[in-house]
């Protein structure tokens, strides 16, 4: 596939990991964390470690959409899934998350009308052939997705598509990011920035690291990327710099896809949201402007939060923020497994538990 | 999950474009790009183009790739 082959030369990957290793080379040891799940998955998929540095460590970060959204949310799926004239529409992912008491995977078996859709505009047309029923979307995903919901929204409007509604879950990356940077449980040297992420909202959305002294590159899903954006990391962080660099500079450019962020501003408000793992994070969460507000599941439904209930030793917050590996947690590979996963890291397929799972 | 994949613009027609790569076809929706012709690669997710890619840049890229080390 062209421009994917190309960046994953395996002689290139060499020459690269023996450029890192030469520029590593020394007592210091470098943290760096890479915040999207995507990331993740490259990095073990393609076995990046063997590459790189004893001394240099790139933890996972919370970018994993699925693996933050909290248990009241699913819960709240959960109970529409149960209701007769619904259909809930989501991205596969979501369907074994468990809740406090159910998945919609377990919905689906007792009879709830759960479909796996591709695109946000997959369910609207279900809404379409499906008049009497009411069709709702689960809105999970960062700036990548989010900008794609906004616009079926858009078109329900002008649709006039009265059965279609959106639960927004959909959350941001900076102030995630801010929190962990301000919740000092981490000593980390510099960010391996998102790829999709930055290409909606720009290299510059990142100055904000400038402020805590750290260096974020951003980098591109193939290895050759994530290699590139780590060697870049090490020179900045080995010569004390902190700047904003953009190693996937053939998609993401400094002010971002503006089209994209106009879609997204006028369906769309910041709105504080709870991460699984990491709490209640101000601004960080979006949701649907009150003109919206008949493609706003959350209001039509009335759906509350119900309290949260995390599991006994389910480590899954601490893997999020990168404080721990899967292999700390008690229920790893035994009570917890990607067939009956006790907590989200093991059942998205960015969820680190789950790609340590898949790669050990 | 934001993972996109670059395939090439084979045809378009008004919001909506067919898409190839490496012989898989589909079609998208382009709502979210400014402007974008027959011929250019995008990014696809979920069932949209969210950004062009540069080949240009790409090329550049591989380029300086090419270069690392001895």
Redesign the interface.
Known sequence: MKYVDEFRNLKLAKKLSQEINEIAAGDRRYNFMEVCGTHTNTFYRFELKSLLPENLRLISGPGCPVCVTDAPYIDNAAALAGLRDVIVTTFGDMVKVPGSHSSLYQERTKGGDIRVVYSSLDSLEIAVKNPSKNVIFLGVGFETTAPTIAMAILEASKRKIKNFSVYSAHKLIPPAMKSILESKDMALDGFVLPAHVSSVIGANAYRFLKKFGLPGVVAGFEPLDMLQGILMLVRQSKSGRAEIENQYNRVVTNAGNKKAQHILEKVFKPCDAAWRGLGDIPGSGLAIRNEFKDFDAGKRFKLKKTRTIVPKYCLCGEVIKGIKMPEDCKLFCRACTPDSPKGPCMVSSEGTCSIHYKYK | ??????M?IVSKKGETAVVS??GTRREI?I????EVETGD?V?V????A??????K??EE??D???Q??P
């Open positions: 999950m934001c993972l996109g994949i670059p090439k790569s490496g929706n709502g979210l790009l400014k690669y990014i997710h979920a069932g949209f969210i950004e062009r890619l540069n080949q840049r790409a890229t591989l300086i790739l090419r690392i080390g």
